[in-house]
Antibody
């Protein structure tokens, strides 16, 4: 059974960098698929942040691209998100997901982690 | 950028059929995926490739996609189907390909 688990600080100060990690179990990242980050502000809809292939190639949401870095560590079977210069608008539940290459649906998701941006 | 439009809410009585639409320019040429999200939980994939169901999803859930509209149909609606539903596509038509989500539809079971 594929499982994903997000981890990282739940509180980040404005202008600082948000850093999250998604640990994957039950499937080897290096075997394929894209691995993505999606967020959901409180009471709002889903917003795609970006995706990374096991080889390291990336796609980013153009509205966030200047602030986002997604990386993969196949040795630890995990991938990570960094979002710089955060503001209150970045407060959201952040999800990681396995994304099919070719059709790009997210078939397995983490439970999500709430990140609040506040001083 | 590509835009997906969903009605904010749909209401249906138990046992009836709910239809949730997802509009987009020539969406029929794209693969549409649907997610169910209950309060406090992560989204769950209920339909992929327009009309395929992942393992464990009841046959009551079905999908179609043609022209400018994709539709998620839930037959014999149950109280447990009450949730937010999101459509999603991969937009490869722009200079910045990526996942695009609709705004979501809240399904209320009366």
């Amino acid at each position: 059974q594929v499982q994903l688990q997000e981890s990282g600080p739940g509180l980040v100060k404005p202008s600082e960098t948000l850093s999250l990690t998604c640990a994957v179990s039950g499937y080897s990242i290096s075997s394929g698929y894209y691995w993505g980050w999606i967020r959901q502000p409180p009471g709002k809809g889903l917003e795609w942040i970006g995706s990374i292939y096991h080889s390291g190639s990336t796609y980013y949401n153009p509205s966030l691209k200047s602030r986002v870095t997604i990386s993969v560590d196949t040795s630890k079977n995990q991938f990570s998100l960094k979002l710089s210069s955060v503001t209150a608008a970045d407060t959201a539940v952040y999800y990681c997901a396995r994304v099919h290459s070719g059709s790009y649906e997210g078939d397995y998701w983490g439970q999500g982690t709430l990140v609040t941006v506040s001083s | 950028s590509y835009v997906l439009t969903q009605p904010p809410s749909v209401s249906v009585a138990p046992g009836k059929t709910a239809r949730i639409t997802c509009g987009g320019n020539n969406i029929g040429s794209k693969s549409v995926h649907w997610y169910q999200q209950k309060p406090g939980q992560a989204p769950v994939l209920v339909i992929y490739y327009d009309s395929d169901r992942p393992s464990g999803i009841p046959e009551r859930f079905s999908g179609s996609n043609s022209g400018n509209t994709a539709t998620l149909t839930i037959s014999r609606v149950e109280a447990g189907d009450e949730a937010d539903y999101y459509c999603q596509v991969w937009d490869s038509s722009s200079d910045h390909p990526g996942m695009v989500f609709g705004g979501g539809t809240k399904l209320t079971v009366l």
